[in-house]
DNA sequence: AATATTATGTCAACTTATTTACATATTATT
DNA sequence: AATAATATGTAAATAAGTTGACATAATATT
């Protein structure tokens, strides 16, 4: 009986050791294979993740620079340097937020959107190489677990102190 | 009918977007997670990956840099200053292969060993928080999940010319 | 045997991530 | 109203990722 329990535990361990290698692997993929494809847009897979945020419907009228570090689950800090360089290529602007003169608004320029509908369709392409073999159920049940463990960090995140 | 397809097109892709970037969000979170949780013992998630892969019966002789760029799947040229960190603390130590003086095996140290026993404890209890409301069962699946997804960015990867 | 090609590891420059520190603006307290 | 505390964004230093370039060693070719 302790036995089993003692086996069980090992099990699990192991699993999840092996879960969160895997999820550094793919991390590392997911970075590398992705900047190269959309090369010759010049843009990296973070600047694509800011991007993606921007165009939502919700931040079309610019979100704040702590915001978009929430969701895209990095430090303010990491950020000022990635839209300093999507700044200065006039992608997107910086304002100054009317009801808090601390905060800058960050929004997609024309020129942002222009860019962003250019590389649509490799996007497009891409996601259909990097989800090769999976179904629309499977990507519903990925996705589905990737909510908890996003979740169970950010409950870590937050119990070790959130930004500070 | 057509607009069948297209619609389900369209929540394909819709999905693959939204999987991507809780790919992207739970990498960020296990780094900057997994970094607090090993600070008092000075180790970082991407040394904690080295030090794991290096305990492995299979390395024990020693592994050479390449062989464990291809198993951590980050480029050679990374892995020279994160090992000569470790070198520095005398964690790990590159001894030239007899059989191929190019090639350097990097093999753990007592030291490494010792440091690696000391923070068996943490991990454990990172993990459990980490893969907290899944069952064995869960982990099982996501595992099989994210090897597809591995093995799809590793054809990426090799299709866009591997490690050049 | 001499030479060309390939493989290995490292250095340098760049991007993205972290933390600490700080200037400035807003909010709360007295 | 004056002051303390908090919030926001940025700068600087460090770690980890990338690619390109290079010295050196091993292998293939002639």
């Keep these: 009986m302790k036995q089993d329990i003692d086996e069980s535990d090992a099990f699990g361990a192991s699993l999840s050791n092996r879960l969160a290698f895997r999820l550094y692997q793919c991390a590392n993929q997911l970075n590398k294979t992705g900047n190269k494809w959309l090369e010759r847009h010049e843009v990296t897979t973070q600047q694509w993740a800011i991007l993606g945020a921007l165009v939502r419907d919700r931040w079309q009228g610019g979100i704040a620079v702590r915001d978009l570090a929430a969701l895209l689950m990095v430090s303010r800090q990491n950020l000022t340097g990635v839209l300093s360089r999507l ?76 930004e500070d």
């Design 87 to 162: 700044e200065a290529r006039g992608w997107i602007e910086r304002i100054i937020d009317e009801h808090d003169n601390r905060s800058r608004l960050i929004k997609l320029t024309p020129e942002g959107w222009q860019r962003w509908a250019d590389m649509q369709g490799d996007i497009a392409s891409f996601y259909a190489e990097a989800m090769k073999n999976l179904s629309n159920n499977d990507k519903v049940h990925i996705l589905h677990y990737l909510d908890i463990l996003r979740e169970n960090f950010r409950a870590i995140d937050e119990a070790q102190g959130g």
